[in-house]
């Protein structure tokens, strides 16, 4: 019960009765392990179709580092030439002095 009342009311929702407490603890990791997995596309949606909309482009790489350093928060660590890719995929042709060969 003391966990039961010490966990906000959407979480418990999603967790069924348990006898044990230690079954209990199980069905919300297990609840928050799924979560990741959503959290981890959600991110790479974000990651792969941002694009340079204007303003800064110094804002616009930090943003998409800042983007990129989420995937680490679900184990998922991205290496960075990849990142650096990404990051020239969403920057126009204007800013072609920032592509290298």
């Known amino acids: 019960m003391i966990i ?3 966990i906000s009311d959407d979480i418990i929702m999603g967790i069924l009765e348990c006898a044990t407490a230690t079954e209990y603890l199980a069905m919300a990791k ?3 392990t799924d979560s990741s997995k959503v959290l981890s596309c959600y ?10 909309t204007g303003g800064g482009i110094r804002e616009h790489i930090l943003e998409m580092s800042h983007m990129a ?3 680490k928060t679900v184990n998922m660590p991205l290496p960075d030439p990849f990142i650096v890719q990404l990051v020239f995929k ?3 042709k204007d800013f072609s002095t920032f592509h290298v060969n």
Not at 43 to 52: H, V
Request: charged share 25%; no cysteine.
């Open 69 to 71: 350093n989420k995937f």
């Open 30 to 32: 297990s609840q928050f």
């Open 43 to 52: 991110f790479a949606e974000q990651l792969m179709t941002k694009k340079y």
């Open 90 to 92: 969403s920057i126009p």
């Open 4 to 6: 039961r009342d010490s």
